[in-house]
């Protein structure tokens, strides 16, 4: 799957199917992208989507999702907090390496089991900012060694 680098790059905006689980949950499948461009349309989307339904559950899969960045991890709060008023769970699944390791950072954990992603406490926004920093500025320097010995 190509993630575009940057928000010039993204084609379509996103669209959703949504299917009911035998277990009582509901399935959300986003395709496309989710970012700064949408978001604002997605929450309102989603919410007038999901107000018909009694959610005990979500499972989000991101299998299509093309694009996603801060603004998009918005919108899966947003989601979250929909079912946490009252559900049992909220699940991400399948989503591309790339979009792990931001919601990860984001503390959207256990993206590859379907378990629960449960509120933890922040460790702080300055501490998350300087492990996304020192996990890009490791990447910088190991592409800095391979530029250098072509």
Do not use: C, W
């Not at 700064?36 to 989000?60: F, H, K, P, R």
Request: proline fraction near 3%; charged fraction near 25%; hydrophobic fraction near 35%.
């Amino acid at each position: 799957m190509n993630v575009p680098e940057t928000p010039t790059e993204m084609p379509s905006p996103s669209r959703y199917e949504i299917s009911e689980n035998p277990e009582g949950g509901i399935t959300l499948n986003i395709h496309g992208n989710m970012g700064a461009a949408n978001a604002g349309q997605m929450i309102d989307e989603l919410t007038a989507l999901l107000s018909d339904y009694s959610l005990s559950s979500l499972t989000v899969d991101l299998e299509k999702v093309d694009y996603l960045d801060d603004f998009g991890t918005l919108v899966l709060a947003h989601l979250r907090k929909m079912v946490t008023n009252g559900g049992d769970g909220f699940y991400v699944i399948n989503s591309s390496d790339k979009i792990k390791e931001l919601l990860s950072i984001l503390h959207f954990d256990s993206l590859d089991e379907k378990r629960s992603i449960e509120k933890k406490r922040s460790s702080g926004i300055f501490i998350r900012i300087g492990e996304a920093t020192l996990l890009h500025v490791s990447d910088l320097k190991y592409a800095d060694r391979k530029s250098t010995r072509l």
